[in-house]
């Protein structure tokens, strides 16, 4: 590992802090160096807020700031150039006089894509672009999925038996827990990550979900659910205006519920582009699909999903629901959890952030 690449590892380090807080901007990750010693660390705790250069140059002590003029700052996406909600990190770079940035890869948000690393250099300053790029393209793969494919980032969620069950065929209506307490936490740390979530009536009506991150700290995600028919209860969880609902549904005449949306589609067409681009017009950059085998398998059948973590659970059901169908070539990795397997696969690699001359 390179000395650029080890700096670059703490920045990615640093940006993950901000992975619940920062959406609907990329998590971002900074560190200033003088002569291999840190003087300065930051990332982009929350949207509206200072962005990760900024917080790093903040940090530096009273008797370190002369040493930023000799100074690198190391960060995981290129600095803005434009007004926002804050002014543009580059232009206090420049005004800072640090003399080297090393960045991760180029912004994918045309109002930047480039812009800030020519405001760098024009202002005579050493860039390097391009360090862990990979990493750090997969850092802000939903935010730049939502920008360069203009849909949300899309996970698939589930846990099966290890003979490949998802559930018993319920007549009875009576769910099986598969998850365990633990396994649970973890889902809904990633919940809480996540803009959006998404269930199909089935599941809402034999699980009557919460879909809320009460396992875990962090804001509950959006509450989606097709209804096409407007059949499930009102008492049910997903109304109790604890989170924000919307219902996809093809009535007219609707009730009124707490917190809740209700949106017509046309379900004589494939509601899957139609849920996609709401989402878009939205602005959730990232949804997560926690549905039965059927809507699973509609968003693998598509091609309409980036990640899938499935958690294979130590017990046999012997038969039941089949698991949905992920290609074995997606199969990125194995990850042993306290006797269960989670396996993570994903469906196409990192987004690549707009060609820019750099």
């Keep these: 590992m390179t000395k650029?690449?080890?700096y670059m590892s703490r920045c990615l380090e640093l940006a993950n802090n901000g992975r619940c807080t920062a959406p609907p901007n990329p998590t971002v990750g900074a560190v200033i160096v003088y002569r291999d010693r840190i003087i300065g660390e930051g990332y982009h705790i929350r949207c509206g807020q200072a962005h990760a250069e900024v917080n790093a140059i903040r940090s530096v002590k009273k008797e370190d700031r002369s040493?930023?003029?000799?100074?690198?700052?190391?960060?995981?996406?290129?600095?803005?150039?434009?007004?926002?909600?804050?002014?543009?990190?580059?232009?206090l770079i420049i005004e800072t006089g640090i003399s080297r940035v090393v960045i991760g890869c180029t912004d994918p948000f045309p109002a930047v894509c480039g812009k800030g690393i020519r405001k760098l250099r024009d202002a005579g300053i050493d860039v390097t672009v391009g360090v862990l790029e990979q990493e750090c393209r997969r850092q802000i793969d939903r935010f730049a999925t939502f920008h360069i494919r203009r849909r949300p980032y899309v996970l698939l969620k589930w846990a099966e038996s290890v003979?490949?069950?998802i559930g018993k065929e319920c007549h009875d209506r009576k769910p099986i827990v598969l998850s365990s307490e633990l396994t649970q936490?973890?889902?809904?740390k990633r919940r809480a990550e996540y803009a959006a979530i998404l269930v199909g009536r089935e599941t809402a009506w034999i699980d009557n979900p919460s879909l809320t991150t009460r396992y875990w700290f962090g804001k509950n995600p959006v509450r989606l659910v097709i209804d096409k028919?407007?059949?499930?209860?009102?008492?049910?969880?997903?109304?109790?205006?604890?989170?924000?609902?919307?219902?996809?549904?093809?009535?007219?005449?609707?009730p009124i519920l707490?917190?809740?949306?209700?949106?017509?589609?046309?379900f004589s067409e494939d509601i899957l582009p139609q849920i996609m681009k709401f989402l878009y017009q939205e602005g959730l950059q990232s949804l997560m699909v926690e549905g039965g085998r059927i809507l699973l398998q509609s968003f693998i059948r598509a091609d309409l999903w980036d990640e899938a973590f499935v958690e294979e659970c130590p017990v046999k059901l012997k038969n039941g629901v089949p698991a949905p169908d992920l290609p074995r070539t997606a199969l990125e990795e194995n990850l042993p959890f306290l006797?269960?397997?989670?396996?993570?696969?994903r469906n196409t690699p990192a987004v690549c952030t707009r060609n820019v001359s750099v």
């Design 185 to 188: 936490m973890v889902a809904h």
């Design 339 to 345: 006797g269960r397997n989670i396996k993570h696969y």
């Design 67 to 91: 040493l930023l003029r000799e100074a690198v700052i190391y960060v995981t996406l290129e600095p803005c150039s434009h007004c926002g909600r804050t002014p543009p990190c580059a232009d």
């Design 4 to 6: 650029d690449e080890k």
């Design 258 to 266: 707490p917190r809740t949306k209700f949106v017509t589609l046309n």
């Design 229 to 254: 028919d407007l059949t499930l209860p009102a008492d049910y969880r997903l109304f109790d205006g604890k989170a924000p609902t919307v219902v996809f549904t093809t009535k007219s005449t609707l």
């Design 163 to 165: 003979d490949g069950f």
